[in-house]
């Protein structure tokens, strides 16, 4: 009997293993959202016993900003290394100016811990209006994978003549052979996964011709490993008309961390909301936690009224969840997300409905039970 005990312990352990969570709510309604998903991780866990996460809370932001002088404590990432995966919200505040909470917080732990690869899944989920006219949910099935290291958030550059009529503000776009390769297969690899096996290469090299061609020239050369991939190649501006008449013709995207950045804001909205966006911040070769998030920020004009869309926190988690290899976990979650948007009673405002933050909380806790 013994025996057994610790044979089942030790499969416990092996194939449970516990996941340390750090819970970092940041600014905005980042606290609301990241709130409301450990509720729904904590009514998962009830559901599926062997799902083992364990949360960490930490303050920092733009409060612990102006308190401290800092938007983290200097061993932060230290802090932060030992966990296996970061529940973000939001940075940015209406007292601490963006580019001090964005590179003091969310593009610090992104480029130190080396998640190269931001992954935006756009997906008309059943239920869902699209300002689109006459689509539906097989007309929109978008995964953009952002550069999230370099590129135009490289944060190189310098101010000269500081205050002087003729200052100049100089920022530099740095691509690496590097960095665009190891995205690229990233995003080769991914779109491997879905049901269309394409992927649409976005830059804006008639216009920029040093790394944008490069980016070009990479991805001639990478296509050749993955024959089994439809590839494309747009312009930057081309591809937002495409976006919106032809949905049906993408699958996977992959562009630079600013193009993806802006393009992903535009197909989560015509996915329904920018509330319902999530995004995974992924180092794929796990040297460092993962961080995943909403795509949709602070969103001042909501804090404090219980108006939050706690949705785009909730599939985050599902983006979480499968990068811990939780998969039964995550396509749960899906499900229960996917069953209150089908439903549609129980809604928040962005996506059409009245209910509150809390209200859309316990619905996916109940699709979760059923
Ligand atoms: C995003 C956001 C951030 C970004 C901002 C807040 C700096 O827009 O995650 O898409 O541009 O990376
Ligand atoms: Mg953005």
């Given at each position: 009997?013994?025996?057994?005990?610790?044979?089942?312990?030790?499969?416990?352990?092996?194939?449970?293993?516990?996941?340390?969570?750090?819970?970092?709510?940041?600014?905005?309604?980042?606290?609301?959202?990241?709130?409301?998903?450990?509720?729904?991780?904590?009514?998962?866990?009830?559901?599926?016993?062997?799902?083992?996460?364990?949360?960490?809370?930490?303050?920092?932001?733009?409060?612990?900003?102006?308190?401290?002088?800092?938007?983290?404590?200097?061993?932060?990432?230290?802090?932060?290394?030992?966990?296996?995966?970061?529940?973000?919200?939001?940075?940015?505040?209406?007292?601490?100016?963006?580019?001090?909470?964005?590179?003091?917080?969310?593009?610090?732990?992104?480029?130190?811990?080396?998640?190269?690869?931001?992954?935006?899944?756009?997906?008309?989920?059943?239920?869902?209006?699209?300002?689109?006219?006459?689509?539906?949910?097989?007309?929109?099935?978008?995964?953009?994978?952002?550069?999230?290291?370099?590129?135009?958030?490289?944060?190189?550059?310098?101010?000269?003549?500081?205050?002087?009529?003729?200052?100049?503000?100089?920022?530099?776009?740095?691509?690496?052979?590097?960095?665009?390769?190891?995205?690229?297969?990233?995003?080769?690899?991914?779109?491997?996964?879905?049901?269309?096996?394409?992927?649409?290469?976005?830059?804006?090299?008639?216009?920029?011709?040093?790394?944008?061609?490069?980016?070009?020239?990479?991805?001639?050369?990478?296509?050749?490993?993955?024959?089994?991939?439809?590839?494309?190649?747009m312009?930057?501006?081309a591809i937002?008309t495409r976006m919106?008449l032809q949905?049906?013709s993408l699958?996977?995207?992959?562009?630079?961390?600013?193009?993806?950045?802006?393009?992903?804001?535009?197909?989560?909205?015509?996915?329904?909301?920018?509330?319902?966006?999530?995004?995974?911040?992924?180092?794929?070769?796990?040297?460092?936690?993962?961080?995943?998030?909403?795509?949709?920020?602070?969103?001042?004009?909501?804090?404090?009224?219980?108006?939050?869309?706690?949705?785009?926190?909730?599939?985050?988690?599902?983006?979480?969840?499968?990068?811990?290899?939780?998969?039964?976990?995550?396509?749960?979650?899906?499900?229960?997300?996917?069953?209150?948007?089908?439903?549609?009673?129980?809604?928040?405002?962005?996506?059409?409905?009245?209910?509150?933050?809390?209200?859309?909380?316990?619905?996916?806790?109940?699709?979760?039970?059923?």
């Open positions: 009997n013994q025996r057994n005990e610790r044979i089942k312990n030790h499969r416990i352990k092996k194939h449970m293993p516990l996941h340390k969570i750090a819970v970092l709510g940041g600014d905005g309604i980042g606290p609301e959202v990241t709130r409301e998903a450990c509720v729904i991780l904590s009514a998962l866990q009830d559901s599926l016993p062997e799902l083992k996460l364990e949360f960490t809370e930490f303050d920092w932001g733009s409060e612990y900003f102006l308190k401290t002088g800092r938007m983290m404590p200097e061993d932060g990432l230290e802090q932060l290394k030992s966990f296996d995966a970061i529940l973000f919200g939001s940075a940015g505040s209406l007292e601490v100016p963006d580019h001090i909470t964005l590179w003091g917080l969310r593009l610090e732990i992104c480029q130190h811990f080396d998640q190269y690869a931001n992954v935006r899944p756009s997906r008309l989920l059943p239920g869902i209006q699209s300002p689109l006219k006459n689509i539906g949910p097989a007309e929109l099935d978008w995964v953009i994978v952002r550069e999230n290291t370099e590129g135009e958030y490289s944060g190189a550059g310098g101010r000269v003549h500081p205050k002087l009529p003729q200052e100049v503000g100089i920022d530099v776009s740095v691509f690496t052979r590097d960095g665009i390769e190891r995205v690229m297969r990233y995003a080769f690899e991914l779109a491997l996964t879905r049901p269309k096996k394409q992927l649409t290469l976005v830059t804006k090299s008639n216009a920029q011709r040093h790394g944008m061609v490069l980016w070009d020239e990479v991805f001639e050369k990478l296509k050749h490993d993955f024959p089994g991939i439809t590839t494309d190649k312009l930057v501006d937002t919106v949905p049906q699958d996977t995207i992959v562009a630079t961390n600013l193009h993806a950045d802006i393009l992903s804001d535009l197909a989560a909205a015509l996915s329904g909301s920018l509330g319902i966006g999530p995004t995974a911040n992924i180092n794929p070769e796990r040297n460092f936690p993962s961080m995943f998030e909403p795509i949709h920020g602070s969103a001042f004009d909501l804090v404090g009224k219980d108006l939050a869309n706690p949705l785009g926190a909730f599939w985050s988690c599902v983006m979480m969840l499968e990068h811990l290899q939780e998969n039964m976990g995550a396509s749960l979650l899906m499900s229960a997300i996917e069953e209150v948007c089908q439903e549609g009673r129980h809604l928040p405002k962005d996506l059409g409905g009245n209910s509150c933050t809390g209200e859309v909380t316990t619905e996916v806790c109940a699709a979760l039970k059923k």
